[in-house]
């Protein structure tokens, strides 16, 4: 079985200043890894995804993100944030395997403030 | 927008009656994924469809059932409805089954037991 923990439920910001959004997970199998965000009253949308390869992962919105398997930490950062960027974010987790269901972390809001 | 629609975008209804909740996925995709989001439980798989078949279940109670058309359209339908049941109901598409295919969600049903 596989879990996310998202260490923090939410992270106040400036704009303009550098953010990270950590995440841990477990999972006795190879994991693909995600992060998706939620804005007010809409559903989610891919951030970006960890598969194989380059543990240094680039998405949308200028976010990035690095897979440390020793540490089964998969944080999320962005050097310089935005007003826009306020919103939910959600780590989560699939198996490699024919299946992908995702299984989701409690989720961090951002709120970032001018 | 992600190209996957949900009907209806709210629903408010009493307990103890029966719903459905309807999702078509983006053209092209076989796989239909359903989630539940609410407060106290944050977001959980519930089922997946592909290709009109179940192919995995999460914690779906036994009140809720769900089915994939041949059209690839699939509804949820919940019954004898209890205030718990309060929540979004996301759908997810993707284009096959495997854990490095993206899904993509729907806009959300919002359901309201009262």
């Known amino acids: 079985a596989q879990s996310v923990t998202q260490l923090d439920s939410q992270v106040p910001v400036f704009e303009e200043a550098p953010v990270e959004l950590r995440c841990n997970y477990s999972s006795s199998v190879s994991v693909y890894l995600f992060w998706y965000v939620q804005y007010p009253n809409q559903g989610l949308q891919l951030l970006l995804k960890?598969?194989?390869?380059?543990?240094l992962v680039k998405g949308i919105n200028g976010f990035e993100a690095e897979f440390n398997k020793s540490q089964t930490s998969f944080h999320l950062r962005k050097p310089s944030v935005h007003i826009s960027d306020t919103a939910e974010y959600f780590c989560a987790v699939s198996g490699t395997g024919g299946y992908n269901k995702l299984i989701f972390g409690a989720g961090t809001r951002l709120a970032v403030h001018p | 927008d992600s190209g996957v629609t949900q009907t209806p975008k709210h629903l408010i209804t009493a307990t103890g009656q029966r719903v459905t909740l309807r999702c078509s996925p983006r053209s092209g995709d076989l796989s239909v994924y359903w989630y539940q989001q609410s407060l106290d439980q944050g977001l959980q798989f519930l089922i997946q469809?592909?290709?009109?078949?179940?192919?995995a279940k999460g914690n779906i109670l036994e009140r809720f059932s769900a089915q994939q058309f041949p059209d690839l359209h699939s509804e949820l339908n919940l019954s004898s409805l209890e205030l718990g049941d309060s929540a979004l109901y996301f759908c997810?598409?993707?284009?096959?089954?495997?854990?490095?295919?993206?899904?993509?969600f729907g806009p959300g049903t919002r359901l309201t037991v009262t």
């Open positions: 469809y592909y290709n009109g078949e179940e192919r």
């Open positions: 960890y598969l194989s390869g380059s543990t």
């Open positions: 997810a598409s993707s284009v096959a089954t495997g854990g490095a295919y993206e899904q993509y």
